[in-house]
């Protein structure tokens, strides 16, 4: 199955399967926070408005997006425009529609 992480994102977060096919083109993951954060929950807690693959990638090796957590969720939307998405978008549910015009969330390209 294409995007095996985005799936199992949805899965962690108890989110229904069809997550992913509410938004045009499965462009957007849904997070219960507001953006995608480096050093979450630290005093360095920074959110991050855009992420490129390549810095996306190194925070994951990083270990800035646990397994438990956020890391799914990235490793989807990694995954996503590595096979051909134009971008991807990780946002809170209410924030879908602004998330998908760069206005919430955290877009991925």
Not at 27 to 51: G, K, M, T
């Amino acid at each position: 199955m294409k995007f095996k992480a985005a799936r199992a994102a949805a899965e962690a977060n108890s989110f229904p399967p069809k997550v992913l096919e509410w938004v045009p083109g499965g462009q957007s993951i849904i997070e219960l926070l507001e953006r995608v954060a480096l050093n979450y929950n630290a005093p360095q807690h920074v959110e991050l408005d855009r992420l490129t693959l390549d810095d996306a990638r190194q925070y994951l090796k990083e270990g800035q997006f646990p397994p438990w957590c956020m890391g799914p969720k990235i490793e989807a939307v990694v995954e996503f425009v590595e096979c051909g998405g134009d971008r991807a978008v990780v946002c809170r549910p209410e924030c879908v529609v602004e998330a998908l015009a760069g206005q919430a969330g955290t877009v991925i390209e």
